[in-house]
């Protein structure tokens, strides 16, 4: 158990529709990671938060959003889903926002779209 | 081309085995990570390096920095052991704040 939790661990939903996935870190990490792994492109970084704040976008959606909440738990929101967006998605935490911390991995978010 | 490559895509061996798994990479790094995701999807971190060597049990990761180059090790492998294991970098650019860049995998089966 890497201590963070994601939730819900599985969403079916249709096209179109918007979902939001959860993300609480570790006790003590501020930074929070969220990937998204499919079959077709393998594991990609979207994006960073630190402390609440935004550090880093990788290859996220415009459809997508996240925010980190004072209690540095994190969601990332999707919006007008599409087929493509079927995928498992996982947010990592550390405890800084620097290169020399391991992430730990949360269990991930299987969506399917419909 | 990806800016992480590891070899072989799939391995298979006989449980007992010395496995080893490749990873090339291109670009500058900060540190080199490799992780294990089981068939049921959940990853874990087995190491984190920027330098030499780590040992951890059965795994030993090394890294060569001015070679761009990182193996895991597995020394007497187990059917337990059958996992996708993966490379990711994490790159010096933006100040460490992006995450990290994944390779595509290496899909170990260690039959009994």
């Known amino acids: 158990d890497s201590g963070v939790t994601q939730t819900p661990k599985h969403l079916i939903t249709a096209t179109g529709q918007r979902v939001t996935l959860r993300c609480s870190p570790r006790s003590g990490d501020l930074s929070v990671y969220w990937y998204q792994q499919s079959l077709d492109q393998g594991l990609q970084f979207l994006i960073h938060y630190y402390n609440g704040e935004e550090r880093a976008k990788g290859n996220i959606l415009e459809r997508f959003s996240a925010q980190q909440f004072p209690d540095l738990h994190s969601e990332l929101n999707l919006s007008s889903l599409e087929l493509g967006d079927s995928a498992l998605y996982f947010c990592?935490?550390?405890?800084?926002?620097?290169?020399?911390?391991?992430?730990?991995f949360g269990p991930g978010t299987r969506l399917t779209v419909l | 081309k990806n800016e992480v490559e590891q070899s072989p895509q799939n391995l298979t061996a006989q449980e007992g085995e010395f496995i080893t798994i490749n990873c090339s990479y291109s670009?500058?790094?900060?540190?080199l990570h490799w992780l294990q995701q089981h068939p049921g999807g959940g990853i874990v971190s087995l190491f984190m390096l920027s330098s030499g060597k780590k040992k951890h049990g059965r795994l030993i990761a090394t890294i060569n920095i001015q070679e761009k180059h990182s193996s895991l090790h597995i020394t007497a492998s187990h059917p337990r052991d059958s996992a996708v294991y993966i490379c990711?970098?994490?790159?010096?650019?933006?100040?460490?704040?992006?995450?990290?860049?994944f390779g595509k995998g290496t899909h170990l089966i260690i039959q009994p």
């Open positions: 670009v500058g790094i900060s540190a």
């Open positions: 990711a970098v994490k790159g010096r650019s933006g100040g460490g704040a992006d995450g990290l860049t």
């Open positions: 990592a935490s550390s405890l800084t926002r620097d290169s020399f911390n391991e992430q730990f």
